[in-house]
């Protein structure tokens, strides 16, 4: 982010502070830059971590070697451990079939252009703050020409009257649960329900762009198969909630399965062998989807404690295990702080913080891992306490 007044400066002053930023060696590294490598040197030497993903380190691969069930190797998508995960997963969602494939990004570009190639309209209907838009390089409409239809670019939930504000024939109508960028945001169950309908009413699919809909069951308070009930077809990311390595299913008819596996083709997601992340995604089935409601119950617990301590929590409370930390310092300060105290005690408490909407503010994401369950909401609480005040 450029500091106030910079594009104000001629070219002859920013010429000058380049040269005086560079010595006879080269670019001298910004305090951003060193705080960046020092944040990276002291994640290595961590022993604790509150927030942490899954990460593949030797030990975890030798122990899902010893976890693959399947005897045969899956070859290009097909048999092991591939087609036992697509039929577990299809069952959980109560849909006809699934279709594991490398990232969520090829599972949603399959699955759109399936839709767009059936109803002969290119037009999709998406949030303004929809992954699909925000995060992906403007795939949809550089790779398959999709003409992007925004629903809203509120921070919530769409609502039926903006889908209705929307004319003319709509390939496809996409809901992201939860949606991420303004705070893991979800519908309560009778809104989803009511958004479902008009999508049935007028005769459009529904695709749920569900990354973290594992984690999304608690506050909805409804299983898997009655959420994907309501939508034609589904995506869920294996390696955010369920800590898997990579990848993604989505699940949904036989023949929309059907024609997305030749778009997985197309894009180059038949893999030789996909086996570890397949026998990870099997894991995290077992061992950390029975987990959500611990770990949602938790969010709300941390929400709370943090609260208490100066922050601000969006949503309030958390609708997942996931959700924003608003801090009344600014950024530079909140990171400093943070490494200083990784140094210290060697131990990881957040990410990085970035600059609020609110001068002098910053936030980051907190996201609740089995990992936040080993720690007291009061010892995270005072650990936060103690970035504000150092």
């Known amino acids: 982010m450029h500091a106030p007044g910079h594009l104000q400066h001629s070219p002859t002053s920013r010429l000058r502070t380049l040269v005086a930023a560079t010595g006879e060696d080269g670019p001298v590294a910004t305090s ?86 059936r109803a002969g309209t290119k037009r999709v209907a998406v949030h303004g703050q929809s992954h699909l838009l925000v995060h992906e390089l403007n795939t949809l409409e550089e790779v398959h020409q999709l003409r992007i239809e925004r629903l809203t670019s509120d921070s919530r939930q769409p609502r039926p009257d903006e889908l209705a504000a929307i004319p003319g024939n709509l390939a496809a109508v996409t809901l992201e649960l939860p949606l991420r960028e303004p705070g893991f945001l979800l519908p309560t169950w009778d809104e989803l329900v009511v958004f479902a309908q008009a999508c049935a009413d007028r005769g459009v699919p529904l695709h749920l762009d569900g990354a973290r809909l594992w984690e999304s069951t608690p506050y909805l308070k409804h299983s898997l198969a009655e959420i994907s009930a309501l939508a034609t077809s589904v995506y869920l990311s294996f390696y955010k909630g369920l800590g898997g390595l990579a990848g993604a299913v989505l699940a949904g008819p036989e023949d929309v399965i059907a024609e997305s596996r ?14 570890p992340y397949a026998v990870a995604a099997r894991e995290g089935l077992r061992t950390a989807l029975p987990l959500m409601g611990d770990l949602h119950q938790r969010a709300v617990e941390v929400a709370m404690a943090l609260q ?28 400093t702080a943070a490494v200083d105290r990784m140094e210290r005690t060697r131990e990881s408490i957040c990410w990085s913080w970035r600059p609020s909407a609110v001068p002098g503010w910053s936030w980051t994401e907190l996201v609740i891992t089995p990992h936040s369950l080993q720690w007291p909401v009061s010892e995270i609480a005072k650990a936060y306490g103690e970035l504000l005040r150092t």
């Open 32 to 117: 951003a830059e060193d705080l960046r490598a020092r944040r990276q040197t002291a994640d290595k030497n961590c022993d604790r971590w509150f927030s942490h993903a899954w990460v593949p380190a030797p030990e975890r691969l030798r122990r899902l070697a010893e976890s693959a069930t399947e005897e045969q190797s899956d070859s290009y998508g097909h048999g092991g451990d591939i087609e036992a995960l697509e039929r577990e997963v299809a069952e959980l969602l109560g849909k006809p079939a699934a279709v594991f494939m490398p990232s969520g990004i090829m599972a949603q570009q399959s699955v759109l252009r399936v839709y767009a190639d």
């Open 262 to 275: 030749r778009w997985q083709r197309r894009l180059g997601g038949n893999l030789f062998t996909m086996l």
């Open 308 to 335: 208490n301590e100066g922050y601000r929590v969006v949503p309030d409370p958390p609708h997942t295990n996931s959700f924003q930390v608003h801090a009344p310092r600014d950024a530079e300060a909140m990171d």
